[in-house]
């Protein structure tokens, strides 16, 4: 029953998707790659680093002569990179220049949940909303991206999206390559359709997956290159795209070090040559290039069921070039890699008081569909939970969870590949998974402000694949979700 049911889901998304993609074919990467800005951000006396979003809508110019109506912070698309320390107190003013509703979340931030920027922290159009709190998290390769109820997967297709990157004693201290826009390049990764003067976000006849796109962006560049001029490059992959699954990788097999995951460092590099990353998660690399040559980071077949769904660029062959390193005819050498990088602080499972279970299905998760007024889950602060994601919905899910960073203890009942060992904030379920995951919840309490868990298939978590958990102090019971239309408007005028 199982493999037959496997085989008529295989089909069913083969036949929604083969319809829906063209083929790239093998122009040239010869657009200069953008690299996002650092934002710039002011100090007050006690130490709290500001910084200044606006959400707005602008125009892109993705092709030469080509204007594209798109949204962006700061700018017409993305957004600059934040950037701060631990033990940071940081303050965003977010304002919303829009002409309707958003909010921004802090994807894979550790903080209090009425600063999450999730479904009940809404911004109204015109209106501010200035969350603040103290980075207390390991170095790590963090983003930014709206979460409104219903339409976050049109905000960030649309262009909403930038990275907050952490640092932290011992990644200042660390032989890594960290110079920004040098040896240390952030690589968001979205795929993307032009219809006319917009993006195009239609899924296509009867596809379910989400939206998928014809052609890669990185950074918002098209067929992008960079010249390097280090032997060691740290590529901060982020797969910000909203359905797409990719396996990265560079031709002939050359290996990389994977050095992060989701949350930060891992406790040594890791040899490999491919990494695979559902929407939402990141992952460090660093990879060593020879003076001259040009190295191409592509995706390749994918060996789960993520290859299945998603058809491919070039003609059914499931490979497609993201971006072209050029190095430079003389190199700076770099110094090697460390053996050891840090000690991950992850959950052990062994402490956990309690397991919940999570069976995903894109009618909902554990058979009820998001509700913004309803509190599915409630933890208690200070506890480790081991929690059971199980996907046999004959469809790729992925399982993010808000405020922590989380340990994979088992997949199928085995350890964890080594991708899967550092924190991760954002897992990957394909078809047919289990898996077991170790979280703590830290805490402050709030039982009245919940964090969310869902899918990050965005057009999945639109559709109601998401549910909400407090934390509460010990003894305490969870209250009641505020009404987010009226909270978020109050919120807006008291940031603002
Ligand atoms: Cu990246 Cu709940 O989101
Ligand atoms: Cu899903």
Redesign the pocket.
Known sequence: VTALAVTVGALFAWLWTGAAVSTVGKAPFDNALAIPPQAESTVERDGTRVFDLRMQAGETEFQEGRRTTTWGFNGSYLGPTLRAKRGEKVRVRVGNDLDEASSV?W??MHLPARMDG?PHQMIAPGAAWTPHWTVDQPAATL???P?PHGK?EEH?RRGLAGLFLLDDEESARLSLPKRYGVDDLPVVVQDVRFDGSRLSGDRGLMQNVGFLGDRTVVNGTLRPYREVHDELIRLRLVNASTARTYAFGFPGDRDFSLIGTDGGLLARPAVMDRIQLS??ERAEIVVRVEAGERVMLRSFPQDNYGGFWQRRFGGGDDSFDVLELRAARQLRPSPRLPATLTEPELPDGAEAVRGRHFDLKLSGINGRSMDMGRIDETVTRGTTELWTIRNTNGMPHNF?V?DVQFRVVEVNGSAPPPALRGPK??VFVPHGTTMKLALRFTGPADPDVPY???C?L?YH?DEGM?GQFVVVEKGQSAGTPPDHAEHGAGQARRGG
């Open positions: 979340h994807h894979g999730g983003w930014y991206h979460h976050t960030v929407p939402g993010h808000h904030d954002t969310m868990y869902h990050h965005l978590e998401m």
